[in-house]
């Protein structure tokens, strides 16, 4: 089973920036797909940003391309989100998820098998 915790969230003026971190537990992180994902109430949950196991080619939602950024440390076991340029409509509750087959390119829900408890996140205007 995997553990996974966020952190870093908050309230942020317009054209500010957070990172988030989410820490995960488990032997077999390094082999995980990793992604971030957002939710407002009322809304569906959508996909933010996902990194390979390898933390080559990550791959952006078209709207947080050019200001936001997903990283990770395999030996520290975390994953971040750079997230710059905030704006009043990037206010969500975050949520971190693995995939544990390490599929890549993906962007559903479904596609991935253990989430964090979320972090809200709040942009003003």
């Known amino acids: 089973q995997v553990q996974l915790v966020e952190s870093g969230g908050g309230l942020v003026q317009a054209g500010g920036s957070l990172r988030l971190s989410c820490a995960a537990s488990g032997r077999t992180f390094s082999s995980y797909t990793m992604g971030w994902f957002r939710q407002v109430p009322g809304k569906e949950r959508d996909f933010v940003a996902g990194i390979p196991w390898s933390g080559d080619s990550p791959y952006y939602a078209d709207s947080v391309k050019g200001r936001f950024t997903i990283s990770r440390d395999n030996a520290k076991k975390t994953v971040y989100l750079q997230m710059n340029s905030l704006k009043p409509e990037d206010t969500a509750v975050y949520y971190c998820?693995?995939?544990?087959?390490?599929?890549?390119?993906?962007?559903?829900?479904?596609?991935?098998?253990?989430w964090g408890q979320g972090t809200q996140v709040t942009v003003s205007s």
């Open positions: 998820a693995a995939d544990k087959w390490g599929k890549t390119g993906t962007t559903s829900t479904n596609a991935y098998d253990y």
